[in-house]
Structure formats: structure tokens, C-alpha cells
């Protein structure tokens, strides 16, 4: 089954090329992100997250930068493989009158030609 | 294999009905979080349980309602549907309060005709 996605912005890749993906947030206040994949039929799964704290943070094949100044956070995909074709979210995770919640953004589709 | 689970996987009903979503946390986990994503919306957070107890609201309609019990499953009610309740509903968990990271169930996707 299909995911949120029909009108999602793609970014179309070779494989073995490395991948860019953009996301800016909106609130200045949010201190945690984190980058979701999500493939067709299947819920989020976690990539790697990054703390207001720091700019860099990599993980295997993946970097997160986080720019405060312009509220822009980045996923950068190393050597993108086929199995990498999916939707990536990122999400902002801030507290609100003591209580958490995470804000989604509206994804970017990846497509991995090989 | 997140460790969440989710019950139905599918379900179809009609307008004006009620249904039950279930959903089982990761072992250890004490937050669960409910999710909508529909195709116009996009991933939205819906209401969080922490240890029982609910600990954060969003953008959850009153004809829904959810719980959490002893057992820190979650069971997230949704009633009076219309059709555009049609949507993948997921349930996350994560072990603290929301600072952390959430895994996601596997979702269940709700038809409403």
C-alpha cells in the first residue's frame, strides 16, 4: 500500500551518486530533528537525529547538518543504493507548555536509478 | 522490525461508524504515540500517552479518543467517521517522555466508504 506521497517533491539519483535532501522547519524554539525513510507500505523508520547543540552529525553513509541561523536541516545519503528509494521526512521535535510533540515535514520522494 | 505492533492491518467500514485501532509499544517503552497520515495532510501527530497517563494533545478530533492501559498498550478510538477519516493511522513508542526517538509501527490503513 501506498504512503502520503502523490504530490511529494522527488529527487531523482543514479546510483552510487550521493543524494541531498532539504528540509527547512519552522519553529526557532525546536531543540531535537530527525530524519525518517519511509518505503511504500511501511511506517517511519528513524535514520539518524541531531541536537540544536551541534551542526554535524553522521551515521553510516548519512550526514545531518543543521543550519539554526535559517532554520535548514540537511540529510546527505553517501553511495545511494536502490534500497534507498523511499520518501524521507524530517521532523522537529520541540516542547510546548511542558508537554513534547514532533512536526513532521511533507517528505521528499528519493528515487534511485540503477 | 521496529518491535511495535499494530492491529487491523486494514480496515474497511462505513460512514457514520466506530472503530478501535490497537497498538503494542516496544518492550520498556512507557510513550505511545498516535499518527495520521493522510495524502493531503502528511504525518500528523495525534495524541501521546506516557506511562498510562496522556501527556501531549495535537491535532486529534473530538470524535476521537484513545487510551493507554496497565499493560501500556494503546487502543486509539475513532468515531462517527466520515470519509475523510480515510488515512494510515501509526502508532509509535519510545522509552521517555519525548525527547527521544520514536519507533513506528507498521500502521493501519482505515477505508472509510
Known amino acids: 500500500g501506498e504512503s502520503v506521497g502523490l504530490h511529494l517533491p522527488t529527487l531523482s539519483v543514479q546510483e552510487g551518486d550521493n543524494s541531498i535532501i532539504n528540509c527547512a522547519y519552522s519553529?526557532?524554539?525546536?531543540?531535537?530533528f530527525i530524519w525518517y525513510k519511509q518505503e511504500s507500505g511501511k511506517g517511519p523508520q528513524f535514520i539518524i537525529d541531531?541536537?540544536?547543540?551541534?551542526d554535524k552529525r553522521q551515521g553510516q553513509r548519512v550526514t545531518v547538518l543543521l543550519n539554526k541561523t535559517v532554520k535548514h536541516l540537511s540529510l546527505q545519503i553517501a553511495a545511494t543504493q536502490p534500497g534507498d528509494s523511499a520518501v524521507y521526512f524530517c521532523?522537529?521535535?520541540?516542547?510546548?507548555?511542558?508537554?513534547?510533540?514532533?512536526?513532521f515535514g511533507s517528505g521528499t520522494r528519493l528515487q534511485v536509478q540503477p | 522490525d521496529s518491535g511495535v505492533t499494530q492491529t487491523p492491518k486494514h480496515l474497511i467500514t462505513a460512514t457514520g461508524q466506530r472503530v478501535t485501532l490497537r497498538c503494542s509499544p516496544r518492550?520498556?517503552?512507557?510513550?505511545v504515540y498516535w499518527y495520521q497520515q493522510s495524502l493531503d495532510q502528511g504525518l500528523q501527530f495525534l495524541i501521546q500517552?506516557?506511562?498510562?497517563?496522556?501527556?501531549a494533545k495535537g491535532n486529534i478530533l473530538e470524535r476521537f479518543s484513545a487510551q493507554q492501559f496497565p499493560d501500556l498498550h494503546s487502543e486509539l478510538n475513532l468515531s462517527s467517521l466520515e470519509l475523510g477519516d480515510s488515512a494510515l493511522y501509526f502508532c509509535?513508542?519510545?522509552?521517555?517522555?519525548?525527547?527521544?526517538?520514536?519507533?513506528f509501527g507498521p500502521g493501519t490503513r482505515l477505508t472509510v466508504l
Open positions: 509509535a513508542s519510545s522509552a521517555g517522555l519525548g525527547r527521544d526517538e520514536q519507533f
Open positions: 500517552y506516557y506511562n498510562g497517563e496522556e501527556r
Open positions: 541531531i541536537r540544536s547543540n551541534m
Open positions: 519553529n526557532s524554539a525546536s531543540d531535537y
Open positions: 521532523a522537529e521535535n520541540r516542547e510546548d507548555a511542558g508537554r513534547r510533540a514532533l512536526t
Open positions: 518492550s520498556g517503552d512507557l510513550s
